[in-house]
């Protein structure tokens, strides 16, 4: 796959992702507090997909050849404020961020456990462990699908992934 056709499913993607989170999001309404300048969730040394990282490249060449990383300890691409620099283009991990989570662990005996977790930002509210499944989301769903989108993009082998940080061309 061409890394402008994997740019394209990307886009694709991620529009699917907020459409379904922006359901979520109107759902729970105040119970999230996310929002521009909370930031103890972008924590450094978060890595993606490469085929992630080409949206964000694709977008600001500009700011990653010219600007410094933000501060060692927070996501290299905050701002002074607490904003996200490439917002629009971030990667699928923060897009859910804040959300009721949930996903399946197997245990012993081919058993399926279910977890929940949320943000303690968020905590306050209904317990995680009474909502419905479809008012959290759920993790498994999108993930294989940019494993899919790497592996085709690479051509094969372990889906290669990039430190945020490193996508800039310059040290903090
Ligand atoms: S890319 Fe943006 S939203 Fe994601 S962790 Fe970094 S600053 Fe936060
Ligand atoms: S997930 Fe938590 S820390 Fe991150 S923006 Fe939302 S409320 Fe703030």
Redesign the pocket.
Known sequence: MSPETALSEVLALHEEVDAWVAELVALHGPRLRCGRGC?S???DE?TVLEVEALRIRAAHAELLATAAPGPAG?????DPQGG????AD??Y??RT?GLPLRWLEEHEGDEWVEYRDICPLNEVGPPIEELELDACWSLGIFEPRLADLQEELQGGGEPRRVA?RDLFGRRA
Do not use: K
């Open positions: 930031a969730c972008c924590q978060l927070g996501c290299a691409f905050l996200c620099r490439v917002y971030r990667p991990v923060c961020q945020l």
